[in-house]
């Protein structure tokens, strides 16, 4: 199978490094030296996060330089294994996000999110709206960050609950559980590309597996989850978000299928690289050529922001001066996002110049494909336990991981990448932003966001989890 962009990232960050002032890995310290090397770093990042509430980034920077001192490195290689991971992972992840945060703001200022929630929620009965605002969650939530998703959908969230009736639960539950679905299982979200560019998976086998495994976790987590949570939780409807009449007109808004076909566009392409890869595994036939340009991330995306100025853009009759507007407010509130994501990267590859990822590797070796997923999982989720942040969970896992990869076929690579998706996404409780999020919009109490939000969020990590466990049976074990 031909590799896709990041199939080369990893190779290609190795290959930097060697270069850079970052040393190769660091055999000569022993074995015991660096698992505690590897434990000190991750222990200042969860204290610095969790205790001293500082920034990831800088928790990340100062855990990386931890480890790579106790690990022996000296202090000038310990920075130069950080700047050449971190420049690696902003080269092949940060284009991306910059891409996926434009086309994200677009479509919500173009109207386009609006016409296809309305357009759905119109034609779905009361019976099946708790399974269409999860199809809702998940489709909103396939190009955009989570926080922004739930922003964006929570004044939905309300008015539908208020149309229909049902209680808040059945509406608000379902919508949440397609957003972090897509967040922690399906690229373009920033964990599930970073993992993917830092193992070296496929990201269009990641893409359809992360589909496949994402369905029936939302349907376990929003609908069927939602019946119980309405009886454990019986809220009524907060008063946010009450229309007022006489705002005047109503712009113009995108069609529905103008604003699907844009969303699902750099799905197609991405999905249609992967299954030339797969046909056309040696040749490069003309076709093959151009899906494989079509099919690569940054093109792709690049696409979808293009098609959206038309599609999204004019469609809902934005100006030139508008979708500038637009394009220009979508990057500053990402900056966080993509230091915090470049860090993960910075500490990766100390993990991998000191060798420590070969230590953790050696003691895998011979294990099964099922047991290397489980492990994966395990580690993401107890990072998320104590961080609070299902990126700092996902990158940092994966750069633990990495060694790992050299034993896994290609498609069981893309599960691990899942795994510690689903992993990054296990109990929300109060260290997670998104855990006052959801408290404060929907007006509940600590212990009934606890038995709503942190509940369906371990039902997304554990159904999602199974979901890849069962892949992996067909897939086939290690290459």
Not at 280 to 305: C, E, M, N, R, S
Not at 330 to 354: E, H, M, N, R, Y
Request: proline share 7%.
């Amino acid at each position: 199978m031909t590799p896709t962009l990041f199939a080369h990232a990893a190779p290609a960050a190795l290959a930097v490094a060697a270069a850079a002032p970052a040393p190769a890995p660091h055999p000569s310290a022993p074995e015991g030296q660096l698992i505690v090397a590897a434990l000190a770093g991750i222990a200042v990042i969860v204290v610095l996060i969790t205790w001293l509430k500082l920034h990831p980034f800088l928790s990340l920077l100062l855990g990386s330089l931890v480890a790579g001192l106790a690990a022996g490195l000296a202090a000038d290689a310990a920075i130069g294994s950080f700047i050449t991971g971190f420049g690696n992972t902003m080269g092949s992840v940060g284009v991306l996000i910059g891409l996926g945060a434009m086309y994200g703001k677009l479509l919500a200022d173009s109207g386009g999110a609006d016409r296809i929630v309305d357009t759905l929620v119109s034609r779905t009965s009361a019976r099946l709206l708790p399974w269409t605002m999860g199809a809702v969650g998940a489709i909103i939530g396939l190009p955009m960050f989570f926080e922004v998703g739930l922003v964006l959908l929570m004044p939905v969230i309300i008015l539908v609950t208020r149309r229909s009736g049902l209680p808040l639960m059945r509406i608000a539950l379902p919508t949440i559980a397609g957003l972090s679905a897509m967040h922690g299982l399906v690229p373009p979200h920033p964990g599930p590309l970073v993992a993917i560019g830092a193992l070296g998976a496929n990201l269009g086998l990641t893409l359809a597996f992360g589909v496949i495994v994402a369905i029936p976790t939302i349907a376990v987590a929003g609908p069927l989850f939602s019946r119980l949570a309405a009886r454990w939780v019986p809220v009524g409807v907060p008063d946010l978000f009450v229309p007022e009449e006489g705002d005047g007109p109503v712009r113009r808004r995108p069609s529905f299928g103008a604003a699907l076909i844009s969303i699902l566009l750099p799905v197609i392409l991405m999905l249609g690289k992967a299954v030339a890869d797969i046909a056309a595994p040696d040749a490069a036939p003309v076709w093959k050529v151009v899906l494989d340009f079509l099919g690569t991330p940054v093109i792709a995306l690049t696409i979808a922001v293009l098609a959206g100025l038309l599609l999204l853009g004019l469609g809902g009759g934005m100006n030139r001066a508008a979708m500038q507007t637009s394009l220009a407010a979508s990057l500053p509130p990402i900056a966080g996002i993509l230091l915090i994501v470049g860090a993960g990267g910075g500490f990766k590859q100390v993990l991998v110049d000191t060798g420590i990822g070969q230590v953790i590797a050696g003691w895998a070796t011979g294990a099964s494909g099922i047991v290397v997923l489980l492990l994966a999982w395990t580690v993401a989720a107890l990072i998320r336990i104590a961080t609070g942040s299902a990126t700092v969970a996902t990158v940092t896992a994966a750069g633990i991981l990495l060694p790992l990869t050299e034993h896994l076929s290609t498609p069981m690579v893309s599960l691990m990448v899942l795994a510690i998706g689903a992993g990054s996404v296990f109990l929300s409780h109060v260290n997670d932003a998104g855990f006052w999020l959801v408290k404060e919009y929907l007006g509940l109490s600590i212990p009934q966001t606890l038995k709503s939000w942190t509940v369906l969020e371990c039902l997304v990590s554990l159904v999602g989890l199974a979901g890849v466990l069962i892949l992996s049976l067909f897939v086939g074990g290690l290459g």
